[in-house]
């Protein structure tokens, strides 16, 4: 039995991904190899490669110009190479939450961080608006979705320098003007696949101003001018994601997934404004996130937090425990999450609300 | 049918590790989730972590005040890492081929480099012995295994400074005295699991004596204080290790496989030593790897490479190709490789001697 997995990340997958990746791990392709165990420098995986980059660009509606590359590292490993490759002097951050804090201590290391405005006086409960971002920075850096607090930048910023988005969380769940940014990237283990591989989409022309040498694996250039196979890059991982697009692909591609997101959000908030036990810590209604629905007790009931998480578990619930700098709940409502999980919860939120309302 | 995978790397797995990955990526433990769909803060994969780690420290025998380190980013990752944690001023390399060269280039970004033997005159046929390396620099690097060229150094040298080896494509292959180490380091994809995750074994007292500030990610500390879960690490990557290691422990442990090892290398250079087409061009017979053996054709046989290589495609034998710039055939004999594949191998080498010699 599958459970109603609402894990946060590493989260859950579709069932197609994981069969097909099962079955490559066994045989890939009738090759009599795994696919663990095919050079990165056959035919067999750069076609893998080559089929991966291409449906994403399809996927996202990547403009020409831009490269697709897929690391090792985490996104935590892009907090330093944004830097390395494009702070020249100044770089400009949106500081949502942990994720944007720990990316503008690593940029600090490189030069001179400017910090747009901030929501963290509020615990991050809300994206900041109305901020001005300085001309003369080398990028502007935002977060588009923050994990631990449940908010989200759903729009495509405009500004007059190179946008740079750690899409980590909500990557592919919605429809994105690539156009808008100089760079994205973004672990996989959310919407598209297993922890240990990192995607990066960087427009190549914003490459090649700072002077610093670049240590080589650190250098998205030589990912670009190599393909990502300047070393063995994370194979598995790769033909994961590709399974995964595919299954995007087969049930209509990014407009589907984002209705089915915003259907799914929708129900989970609807029940949370509406069930007398709960309440949404987000303070601005229009920066809840579509993809981490958090959730907390209202205050007359919050002894009652450990009775919820049980009767949960025994709906087949998991990973619906918050942050521990937030508390209460957060239902991770990824892109491979179904629909019937959400009416799980939701079901179990209203037989408690019966029971102690 | 399983192929004869003599491939470099990524190469053959045990089965074992195969069977059990792949069933783990449909249900973990009978968990309701695929092990790419479970937390990493989980206690499940915290208990894979730990066990991964402890088997690890008993099968090589790693003593205590060593960190064990599971990171993503490839052994060329490290190339960098090590010096951004380790060069102060002056570090020693010994040049024993193409990956050697790769670690001393992005040393140089970080202070000097003393290369105190090389073999690339001739073609890096062997390993330089006899070198001196210099009281003051802040390490010497070796690489035990050099693929390329089918080379290795089969000894846990003796210096005065902290010792670090690239061991991506020897290691677990043979007993080694980790005690005589600084830092023994290497990507997973020969001997251990998929590409996409790097073992670091790190003496805990050789760190910390740099000034440089370090990225966060790229500074081993930041990985031994979290135990490599500062960030989601290449969580599929560790359980497949996982796998291996207990494969080994199964067969008899280091000792056991390295006898399997010395038996499958000594089968397959007795057929180069002795089959008039062949031979060797390791010019040191003591420095032939167990790992990779390189052979190529007699001067007077060159023009039937392709037509030997067609043969052994006809028994089901794949990976052989020589890397281009040593040409001819390599056989890599990773742990996982059967004996029964070394003899099909030789068995062809024996028919075509008879067709052509």
Redesign the interface.
């Known amino acids: ?3 109603h ?1 609402f ?7 579709p069932e197609f ?3 097909q ?3 490559a ?2 045989d890939f392709n009738g ?4 696919i ?5 420098r056959s035919k067999d995986f750069e076609a893998v490669l080559a089929e991966t980059k291409a449906l994403f660009k399809e996927l996202l509606n990547i403009p020409d110009g831009y490269s697709i590359l897929f ?7 892009q ?2 190479m944004v830097p ?1 490759n494009l702070l020249n002097k100044k770089a400009a951050y949106l500081n949502t939450g942990v994720w944007a804090s ?1 990316a503008m ?2 940029a600090k ?1 490189f030069g001179e961080v400017v910090e747009v405005a901030s929501s963290k006086a509020d615990n991050y409960t809300y994206i900041p608006k109305n901020f001005t971002v300085p001309e003369d920075v080398d990028y502007f850096h935002v977060t588009t979705n923050n994990t631990i607090y449940g908010t989200e930048l759903k729009t495509d910023l405009s500004v007059n320098v190179p946008l740079v988005a750690d899409a980590s969380s909500d990557i592919l769940s919605r429809p994105m003007d690539v156009s808008k940014y100089g760079l994205i990237y973004g ?1 996989a ?1 959310k919407n598209l ?6 995607f990066v989409i960087v427009k190549n022309d914003i490459l090649g101003k700072v002077t610093r ?1 670049i ?4 250098d998205y250039k030589t990912h670009i001018e190599n393909d990502s196979l ?8 790769i033909f ?1 994601i590709l399974q995964t697009l595919k299954w995007i692909k087969s049930i209509g591609g990014i407009n589907a997934i984002y209705k089915m997101n915003l259907e799914k959000a929708a129900l989970l908030y609807e029940e949370i404004d509406r069930n007398p036990l709960f309440r949404c810590p987000v303070s601005v209604a229009e920066d809840r996130s579509i993809m981490n629905v958090c959730f907390v007790m209202n205050e007359q009931y919050k002894e009652l937090e450990n009775e919820f998480l049980e009767l949960t578990k025994t709906k ?1 619930i ?2 619906i425990k918050g942050h521990r700098s937030v508390g209460g709940f957060r239902a991770s409502t990824y892109n491979a999450l179904p629909k019937a999980s959400v009416e799980v919860l939701v079901a179990a939120m209203q037989e408690f609300a019966k029971q102690k309302a």
């Open positions: 039995m599958r459970k997995n894990n946060a990340g590493p989260s859950v997958l991904t994981l069969e990746t099962a079955k791990v066994l090759s009599g190899m795994s663990l165990e095919i050079s990165h690391l090792g590292g985490g996104a935590s490993l907090f330093c390395f720990k201590k690593e290391l672990g283990q696949g297993p922890a240990g591989v990192t040498p240590p080589t694996m650190l300047f070393n063995t890059p994370p194979a598995f991982g994961a087949g998991v990973g």
